[in-house]
């Protein structure tokens, strides 16, 4: 198992992934939604988001979308890593651990200081791993 950057030929295999991890949250998206978010991931822009694969044998099994921000309280940009998945047949394999340790590698080489997520309270499978790779914060998330 490897992970690499995503690239132009990715778009089915990642679109069965992401739609994997939307459904995860059950969340639905229209479809020029998935073509804006890979097109965006694939712009080479460097405030745009970026995205990573796990590949096994050739097949895509896990995804990561992250984006380097400014901080109020840091000079250097952090990393907030949005979207996390691996799909069900591969989970367990360290597909997960291997892309959050990608996000970490691309950080490190820009300087960034942090990389950050969030996920459910009931994802207690991904937690697991969380809690293995990361620092769990006090911090309760608010939106409108």
């Avoid at 901080?71 to 394999?93: F, I, M, N, T």
């Avoid at 499978?125 to 809690?131: A, C, I, P």
């Avoid at 293995?132 to 309760?140: A, D, E, N, W, Y």
Wanted: hydrophobic fraction near 40%; charged fraction near 25%; avoid cysteine.
């Amino acid at each position: 198992m490897k992970t690499r950057a995503l690239k132009p030929e990715d778009r089915a295999a990642w679109g069965r992934l992401w739609k994997g991890y939307l459904d995860f949250y059950e969340t639905e998206l229209p479809p020029e939604m998935y073509d804006i978010a890979f097109n965006r991931m694939l712009s080479g822009d460097a405030h745009e988001f970026h995205g990573l694969v796990a590949e096994r044998d050739g097949t895509l099994i896990g995804l990561a979308h992250y984006l380097f921000h400014r901080h109020g309280w840091k000079p250097e940009p952090v990393v907030y890593l949005q979207d996390l998945y691996v799909s069900r047949a591969a989970r367990g394999s360290g597909a997960g651990r291997a892309l959050i340790e990608a996000v970490y590698q691309a950080a490190d080489a820009a300087g960034s200081p942090a990389v950050y997520w969030m996920t459910q309270d009931s994802n207690k499978s991904g937690r697991r791993l969380y809690d293995r790779v990361g620092s769990l914060t006090p911090f309760i998330k608010y939106q409108r």
